[in-house]
C-alpha cells in the first residue's frame, strides 16, 4: 500500500502561484504514473493532471491546461502540481492520487486507488 502526502496549498489572489507536493512511500515510487484530483464545495472529485511513471507523458483537464503543469522526482519519491494564472474556480481541496496499477489508461478517477489527506487551495478574488 502506498502513502501519500500532500503540501503546498494555501490562500493566494487570484493570478496568484502555488506549487503542491505529494510526497510517497511504501511502493516502487518511480514504477507507477501519479495524478492530481480537486474537489470543490458540493462537487465531485475531478481529474486535473497525470503523468507516467518516467514524466515524460502528461495528461491534463481542459479547465488546467496551459496553467498548470505536473511534474515528478523519483529520487524524492515526490510529484508536483505547479499552478499558474489561478483562478477562484481552482479553489478546491487537492488530492495526490496513486493508480491502481503502473500506467495511466487516461480513465480519470477510476484509474486510481490511494489517495492523500488532501490539500486546501483558496483563490481569492
Known amino acids: 500500500q502506498v502513502q501519500l502526502v500532500e503540501s503546498g496549498g494555501g490562500l493566494v489572489q487570484a493570478g496568484g502561484s502555488l506549487r503542491l507536493s505529494c510526497a510517497a512511500s511504501?511502493?516502487?515510487?518511480?514504477?507507477?504514473?501519479m495524478g492530481w484530483f480537486r474537489q470543490a464545495p458540493g462537487k465531485e472529485r475531478e481529474f486535473v493532471a497525470a503523468i507516467s511513471w518516467s514524466g515524460v507523458r502528461t495528461y491534463y483537464a481542459d479547465s488546467v491546461k496551459g496553467r498548470f503543469t505536473i511534474s515528478r522526482d523519483n529520487a524524492k519519491n515526490t510529484v508536483y502540481l505547479q499552478m499558474n494564472s489561478l483562478k477562484p474556480e481552482d479553489t478546491a481541496v487537492y488530492y495526490c492520487?496513486?493508480?491502481?496499477?503502473?500506467?495511466?489508461?487516461?480513465?480519470?478517477?477510476?484509474?486510481?486507488?490511494?489517495w492523500g489527506q488532501g490539500t486546501q487551495v483558496t483563490v481569492s478574488s
Open positions: 492520487a496513486a493508480p491502481h496499477f503502473q500506467y495511466y489508461s487516461g480513465n480519470g478517477i477510476a484509474d486510481f486507488g490511494s
Open positions: 511504501g511502493r516502487t515510487f518511480s514504477s507507477y504514473a
